[in-house]
């Protein structure tokens, strides 16, 4: 049974607000449970852990007084901590007063800089461990690609694979040399040959020698991207797209120029899946992608993604190089994230690129429909993108917070109480703006 099935019997609407719920629930968690453990380590008693806000439906006291609770609406959640007025970690001066220096030093309040500091720069932290320990077990599970390059499993296509084996150690592919991947995307966009079948120069069992073999990269589509055309449109793993408004396609670089062209217009697609034809129509969707250089560009998109004709074969990966891939892959997200939003700014990009929370959710259940590794994959880049917008210097957000503590830090006192009342209504405004702005492109865009 796969991941999906679980919830089969459920319409598509329950099924997508479930696992959304699943996945705002998981990054909040980890989040609200960087700022509680690194607050107690730190001395700071918090009153309250709550996943989810409004009516409580179960909780209890822990041994430090803690009060663990779940809430109606599981959308977020907080921490309170001794001495905060609200679940913002506003000042709470009534409660405040009165209170001895010891009991002062076990408030958020009245802690130490760099206690507060910790705590609070704890949750966006934690939301990036996430991603790199969910990153790198991927990695571990799936491994990395063997050198030098092997055949893993060779795929089933239309036309036949010819002889190509798994266990085949390849050397060329019409003459063109190899060297992994690289070689391998290298002799691809050297190789546009409308033939089924191409010569391979491989090693089996020692010995050197030549055998037909499938197109290098067919129009075979090895993943849909969920929220894409090719999702709407009904395509699914292991198609292969053997014609476009009734032009053959040998090769998967065929396509892109013809979805260029087409600017959105329907597309007839004839599809291969298992052994059978079936027609389909889509219509491509327009993107802002990231660009090599830091930059973007605007492309028209069916949601695929295209592969080999054979799987290489991968090799183990141990947790040194499975938590270096996983920071490397945290990093990427924060580091297109942060373009997408300047170029946003800065007018070059559509702010269709947002998503608010209808599109995080409609997106959470197609990741999940698509299998545990895509869902478990959805919310490591879900949870990256949390934490980074948590260190927005935003008041009320994580990193507003901290712009006040380095505010404390080079002037020696804490800002003015009436200052920061103001603008946390003010980062309030700014962060309800930004929700608004995401709904409004989930209805529109």
């Known amino acids: 049974m796969d991941f999906s099935s679980i919830f089969s019997s459920l319409g598509g609407g329950v099924f997508t607000l479930i696992a959304f719920v699943v996945v705002i629930s998981v990054i ?74 010891a009991e002062l030093r076990h408030t958020m309040h009245g802690a130490p800089l760099w206690a507060r500091t910790a705590t609070v ?77 191409l010569s391979y120069e491989i090693t089996r069992d020692g010995q050197e020698m030549t055998v037909l073999g499938p197109q290098l990269q067919p129009a075979l589509v090895s993943a849909v991207s969920p929220d894409s055309a090719a999702y709407e449109a009904g395509l699914e793993e ?94 990427r997200v924060i580091t297109q994230s942060l373009s997408g939003m300047y170029h946003m700014v800065a007018g070059k990009i559509s702010t269709c690129n947002i998503s608010g929370p209808i599109g995080i959710a409609k997106v959470s259940g197609q990741a999940a429909q698509g299998g545990i590794s895509d869902f478990i994959s959805f919310i490591a880049v879900i949870s990256t993108a949390i934490g980074l917008m948590n260190l927005f210097p935003i008041p009320v957000l994580d990193g507003g917070h901290l712009v006040f503590y380095a505010y404390e830090a080079i002037f020696r006192k804490p800002p003015n109480d009436t200052w920061v009342r103001g603008l946390m209504t003010i980062g309030l405004g700014l962060i309800l703006s930004l929700m608004a702005l995401g709904l409004f492109t989930d209805l529109v865009c």
């Open 121 to 197: 720069a704890a949750g966006p932290l934690f939301n990036f461990a996430l991603s790199i320990l969910i990153f790198a077990g991927l990695a571990m599970s799936v491994g990395v690609e063997k050198s030098p390059l092997t055949v893993g499993e060779v795929i089933e296509l239309p036309a036949g694979t010819g002889d190509l084996r798994a266990g085949d150690v390849l050397l060329s592919v019409e003459g063109l040399s190899l060297d992994g991947s690289e070689g391998l995307r290298t002799t691809f966009d050297a190789l546009k040959t409308n033939s089924a079948l």
């Open 238 to 331: 292991g198609d292969v797209i053997l014609s476009i408004n009734e032009e053959p396609i040998s090769y998967f670089g065929q396509l892109i120029p013809i979805v260029e062209a087409s600017a959105g217009a329907p597309l007839n697609l004839m599809v291969w899946r298992a052994g059978a034809e079936m027609p389909f129509v889509l219509n491509a969707q327009r993107r802002d992608l990231p660009t090599a250089d830091g930059g973007f560009e605007t492309r028209w998109l069916m949601g695929i993604s295209g592969r080999y004709a054979f799987t290489p074969l991968n090799e183990a990966v141990g947790p040194v190089e499975g938590l270096t891939l996983g920071f490397n892959a945290t990093k």
């Open 28 to 101: 909040v968690a980890i989040h609200e449970y960087g700022h509680y453990i690194v607050g107690r380590w730190s001395g700071i008693y918090a009153d309250v852990f709550s996943l989810g806000f409004g009516k409580v439906l179960f909780s209890r006291v822990d041994r430090h007084g803690t009060k663990w609770q779940v809430a109606a609406l599981p959308f977020g959640g907080y921490v309170k901590f001794r001495g905060d007025a609200d679940a913002a970690s506003g000042k709470d001066g009534e409660a405040m007063v009165g209170l001895s220096d």
